[in-house]
């Protein structure tokens, strides 16, 4: 089973500020076939469904604000809120689609102003 | 417009039933995959498995595996999620999401069904 991990489990962060969140994977999510990292991010508001923000571990969904990137590849990723915004308090979660069919969730990271 | 439309919150009673709902519509139901994730209450996402509609090709995780079944019937778009005999450890909210392998992730999630098991 792929573990995987996410630091720090809270952040706060004044407004306007860079946030970053870090995700690790147990083994790599690299497939060598496609050069793809099979790793997505959520975000997750209170009272409300997750999010998808970023898949293949740095593409931006349609819609999502670019302030939202993601980089990494094979075991690290990260997360990064270039210019927090009251409304991107949240949990983020990241999770890997590299291994069928427990495709794990990292257990979140919670988003506050400081 | 794609949807995911989930059947209301249920309150229940340990050892009885229930079947839960997610029904798709805005897109060819039998072409993607939909999952099934459980939020107990205050804590993370945890994935419980997937279904293929267009064959019912079915996959669990294996915390879940024999304590759920998933399942789809392609002809209304709608796949389901349901227990045998629950207990109160499956209090949560449940959501059904579209697993589109081409961004590989879930691109469309239901609202969440409730579901309280209490004596």
């Known amino acids: 089973d792929i573990v995987m991990t996410q630091s720090p489990d809270s952040l706060a962060v004044s407004l306007g500020e860079r946030a970053t969140i870090n995700c690790k994977s147990s083994q790599s999510v690299l497939y060598s076939s496609n050069n793809k990292n099979y790793l997505a991010w959520y975000q997750q508001k209170p009272g409300q469904p997750p999010k998808l923000l970023i898949y293949?571990?740095?593409t931006r969904e349609s819609g999502v604000p670019d302030r939202f990137s993601g980089s990494g590849s094979g075991t690290d990723f990260t997360l990064t809120i270039s210019s927090l915004q009251a409304e991107d308090v949240a949990v983020y979660y990241c999770q890997q689609y590299y291994s069928t069919p427990q495709f794990t969730f990292g257990p979140g990271t919670k988003v506050d102003i400081k | 417009e794609v949807q995911l439309v989930q059947s209301g919150a249920e309150v229940k009673k340990p050892g009885e039933s229930l079947k839960i709902s997610c029904k798709g519509s805005g897109y060819s139901f039998t072409s993607y995959w939909i999952g099934w994730v459980r939020q107990m209450p205050g804590k993370g996402l945890e994935w419980m498995g997937i279904?293929?509609?267009?064959?019912?090709?079915?996959r669990y995780s294996p915390s879940f595996q024999g304590q759920v079944t998933i399942s789809a019937d392609k002809s209304i778009s709608t796949a389901y999620l349901q227990w045998s005999s629950l207990k109160a450890s499956d209090t949560a909210m449940y959501y059904c999401?579209?697993?589109?392998?081409?961004?590989?992730?879930?691109?469309?999630w239901g609202q969440g069904t409730l579901v309280t098991v209490s004596s």
């Open positions: 999401v579209r697993h589109n392998i081409a961004v590989a992730g879930g691109d469309y």
């Open positions: 279904i293929y509609p267009g064959d019912s090709d079915t």
């Open positions: 293949w571990a740095s």
